[in-house]
């Protein structure tokens, strides 16, 4: 008796790194029109240093010249791959803004080293879906709006009462994203969050951010805002 054909389909197979690396450059260059520019020029750039170091320090040694290349070449493809990372994150992040959850997507994916935030909002307008983050970090406090000053100003000042009741004097910085011309653009949120002076150790930041966390009610979501857990804006 023949024996029966396993049928159970196979997992697609994942695309290699390169294959990886070329659908992050057409994403990117679609938005992105000057990606192949700053990339040409990270490449050449290095490479033309290296060559001129070579001839300057070591005339005439053909080796010196081809080491000198090699290194150059080396360093322009670590600056392309480090130009086409950075333009990548920023054209992403430029298709998500002004949506809501966009700031709950930076906090998720770009906090750097000794920052704690969350994906979820502290606060949020279920009518206008305006919202509130938090992140904890070296820094202090920082509260985060998303939508319009004139409509995220008093969720703002609410979350700013309950950071100060934790006592001490826990710093507390508020950052905008939204359609406000000071506001700060979404793609530069993570890298506006570590130029903050810190003022806290790495032990006080896993304190404030728990006690923060303990004193966040879980209420429902608002009808209409999308699955976050996130606290409505409480009334008068």
Same mark, same amino acid.
């Given at each position: 008796?023949?024996?029966?054909?396993?049928?159970?389909?196979?997992?697609?197979?994942?695309?290699?790194?390169?294959?990886?690396?070329?659908?992050?450059?057409?994403?990117?260059?679609?938005?992105?029109?000057?990606?192949?520019?700053?990339?040409?020029?990270?490449?050449?750039?290095?490479?033309?240093?290296?060559?001129?170091?070579?001839?300057?320090?070591?005339?005439?040694?053909?080796?010196?010249?081809?080491?000198?290349?090699?290194?150059?070449?080396?360093?322009?493809?670590?600056?392309?791959?480090?130009?086409?990372?950075?333009?990548?994150?920023?054209? *992403?992040? $430029?298709? @998500?803004?002004?949506? !809501?959850? +966009?700031?709950?997507?930076? #906090?998720?994916?770009?906090?750097? %080293?000794?920052?704690?935030?969350?994906?979820?909002?502290?606060?949020?307008?279920?009518?206008?879906?305006?919202?509130?983050?938090?992140?904890?970090?070296?820094?202090?406090?920082?509260?985060?709006?998303?939508?319009?000053?004139?409509?995220?100003?008093?969720?703002?000042?609410?979350?700013?009462?309950?950071?100060?009741?934790?006592?001490?004097?826990? *710093?507390? $910085?508020? @950052?905008?994203?939204? !359609?406000? +011309?000071?506001?700060?653009? #979404?793609?530069?949120?993570?890298? %506006?969050?570590?130029?903050?002076?810190?003022?806290?150790?790495?032990?006080?930041?896993?304190?404030?951010?728990?006690?923060?966390?303990?004193?966040?009610?879980?209420?429902?979501?608002?009808?209409?805002?999308?699955?976050?857990?996130?606290?409505?804006?409480?009334?008068?």
């Amino acid at each position: 008796m023949a024996r029966s054909k396993d049928k159970t389909p196979r997992p697609p197979k994942k695309p290699g790194r390169m294959k990886q690396m070329w659908q992050v450059f057409q994403m990117t260059r679609r938005y992105d029109k000057k990606i192949v520019l700053f990339m040409v020029l990270g490449f050449v750039v290095p490479v033309a240093v290296a060559l001129g170091l070579a001839l300057i320090l070591s005339p005439g040694s053909i080796l010196n010249i081809v080491l000198w290349t090699i290194s150059g070449v080396l360093t322009g493809i670590l600056a392309m791959l480090i130009i086409l990372g950075q333009r990548a994150e920023k054209a *992403a992040y $430029t298709q @998500i803004e002004g949506q !809501p959850g +966009a700031v709950g997507a930076v #906090l998720r994916g770009s906090l750097k %080293r000794g920052w704690v935030g969350s994906e979820m909002s502290v606060a949020v307008n279920g009518k206008t879906q305006d919202a509130v983050y938090r992140a904890v970090g070296r820094g202090g406090v920082v509260l985060i709006s998303e939508g319009p000053r004139t409509r995220t100003a008093r969720m703002l000042e609410e979350e700013r009462r309950m950071v100060t009741r934790l006592g001490g004097s826990i *710093a507390v $910085t508020i @950052i905008s994203v939204g !359609p406000d +011309a000071d506001a700060v653009p #979404l793609h530069k949120l993570a890298r %506006r969050l570590t130029r903050i002076k810190p003022t806290l150790t790495k032990v006080e930041v896993l304190a404030v951010n728990n006690r923060l966390n303990s004193m966040t009610k879980k209420l429902p979501i608002p009808k209409g805002v999308d699955p976050m857990k996130a606290r409505p804006q409480r009334g008068n």
